[in-house]
């Protein structure tokens, strides 16, 4: 595709040529060519020890936050029963508060009957309507009717529940 490689060509190791020669004794260097240490034994053992530290780290660390998840634990129960005590909530008053309010809201769902006037002007809208179903507007008398019922039992209502 291109006309140069996509990879470096491998190089030779670039080597350090001092301008002088360097000020290392010949005693030294015969011990690290001696030596059966390479650099990936020194760097694998320095890992191990790496390895080691931060597992102890770890290990100690966990350590402290149990200690101090047990702490916080054994304070907020602690908290919490004195709490109920202070209240003096217990859960049968809570469990006969719930029962009290699924009572009221049975109560408010049931469907009460709707008056006499209400349902007879109801049907005659409905009446009204399949007599006239080409022409609806001609019904305007009944709806009116109707709303008026409807307005009425409303206005019931409301003063019922400000009261």
Known sequence: MGSSASKPSAAAPHVWKAPA???VSH???EQLESSPETDMSRQQAIELQVQARVAE???RLRAAEAAKLQETLKSSSSDEQQQQ???GISRQKVQK?????RAKLEEHRKVRE???STETARSEVVRCLREHDRRPLDCW???EAFKE???RLEKGWVDKVVA
């Open 97 to 101: 508060e719930i029962e009290a309010l």
């Open 57 to 59: 780290e770890l290990k």
């Open 141 to 143: 008398k009944e709806v």
């Open 114 to 116: 709707l008056p006499e």
């Open 21 to 23: 020669p360097a000020g």
């Open 27 to 29: 005693n030294l260097v």
């Open 149 to 151: 019922e409807v307005r």
């Open 85 to 87: 005590q202070e209240n």
